[in-house]
């Protein structure tokens, strides 16, 4: 079996600069994944059959900044209250005069310029092509069957389970999944998470995990490739969150995933020792090497690893000895450089908190920056106790570069701590233009400390200021923001 402390390389084609979304619902069972897309809507506004086109000017604009995902337009074809809705996407490169024309059975039934149409003569027998026109001119077109059931369900390939060191049988259900086109041909492709039935959270020790299994589908259900992460990096939800992107702009999406000594790629090429084991007789991981690992999203074969920051170090410096604090991890991808994205991995969230944002050009993990509230630079300005068990991101002061919302506290795209209120951890926050009465971005926070001066309270998202808010006095343990 092969092994990789350094490990291949791949080089990269041309940079790509479109951006799309696709708005579907997930739902995994242990078998199967169900992709969802609401029909109701149609002819709400504007033509009878057709929903309003939304403006573009500030998507392009974004476009131009931002080296994205290279996407088709994915179209999608569902019955709907009087015939077929048909569905697809704005790129954030198209210009104002873009416009589409739609086929069925090979016949132009409509041209618009807007994003869906309500196709009254439309049946579940019905197949429809897609075609842009662009600056006059008439693109390739793309395909799309109905969806008879108003869903597509996707076959998975569940692993064998299994029995960990203390004798307890452990079998695979589906878990989080990601989206994004792994193979460059302008279509989305699921990579799935298949946690462990004896998965737990990090507060527990005692308990000996199966590994976490990720895996790469065609959305026909074709799996593409398989990784595991082995024992060594426990399983359960603050221990392996991952990301998939477009790090370095070749069309072709990444995995990044924190790993240790014995997780194996598709082809079974190991990272680390494969011999070494470093669970703790109660199963607890609080030593041992930890790597980030970039894995090619085409074929799971890992391209490089490096060491994972922000590092465990003395388990004691979070906050416990148990891992309880140390063992809460985080990511997100955020275009901190205002052109390109980069992948952010945390640790902590009760007591030190600490984030690392990498970039990844094709060949090479580079780390860009580390922030650390333990740091001779941030200690004792209130951002420790401030995560909550989720991170936002957003140019919260619109200078085209992304900011990392970490609960009550900021961190600025250069690394720097932007602001903290110093309210403390909460489960639940929003970041958006949550006010539109007033100009820029605000964040709306729960807080689970009882002498907190809010229980609940919004706050400027560039500064930190109060806006308003309630003393509660107890621990308001979830919190929403929405137009109701």
Known sequence: MPRSPHLARRRRRGVMKTAGLL???????????????????????????????????????????????KLGRGPVAVPASGGVLVTWRMLGSDTEDVSFKLYRGGTLIQQTKKTNYLDTAGSTGSSYELRAV?????????????????????????????????????????????????????AYELVLKWAPSNATDVANSGTCTGPTVYDAYELSGKRLWRVNLGTNVRSGSHYDSFQVYDYDGDGRAEMAVRTSDGSKDSAGTVIGDARASHLAADCAVLSGPEFLSVFDGQTGRVMDSVPFEPARG????????????????????????????SMIFSRGIYERVALAAYDWNGTDLTRRWKFDSNSSTNAGKGYDQQGN??????????????????????????????????????????????????????????????GSAYGYEMHDAKTGAILWGSRTGTDVGRGASART
């Open 23 to 69: 708005a579907t619902a997930l739902v995994a069972t242990a078998g199967a994944l169900t992709v969802s897309q609401s029909a109701g809507a149609a002819g709400a506004s504007g033509t009878p059959g057709e929903m309003s086109r939304p403006a573009n000017k500030a998507t392009t604009a974004l476009a131009a900044a931002r080296v994205a995902e």
């Open 389 to 450: 068990h989720n991170l936002a991101v957003a140019d919260v002061d619109a200078d085209g570069k992304d900011e990392i919302i970490y609960g009550a506290m900021a961190v600025d795209d250069n690394g720097y701590g932007l602001w903290t209120t110093k309210l403390g951890h909460g489960d639940a926050l929003h970041v958006g233009d949550l006010d539109p009465a007033r100009p820029g971005l605000e964040s709306f926070n729960v807080h689970e400390h009882t």
């Open 314 to 341: 003395a388990v004691s410096d979070w906050g416990d000895t148990w891992g309880n604090r140390e063992g809460r991890l985080l990511s997100a991808t955020a275009y901190v450089s205002g052109s390109r994205p």
């Open 134 to 186: 662009v600056g006059g001119v008439e693109q390739p077109g793309e395909k799309a069957g109905v969806w008879a059931s108003g869903r597509l369900d996707i076959p998975l390939d569940k692993p064998p389970g299994g029995t960990t060191r203390d004798g307890v049988a452990y079998t695979y259900a589906a878990n989080d999944a990601s989206t994004a086109d792994l193979d460059g041909d302008g």
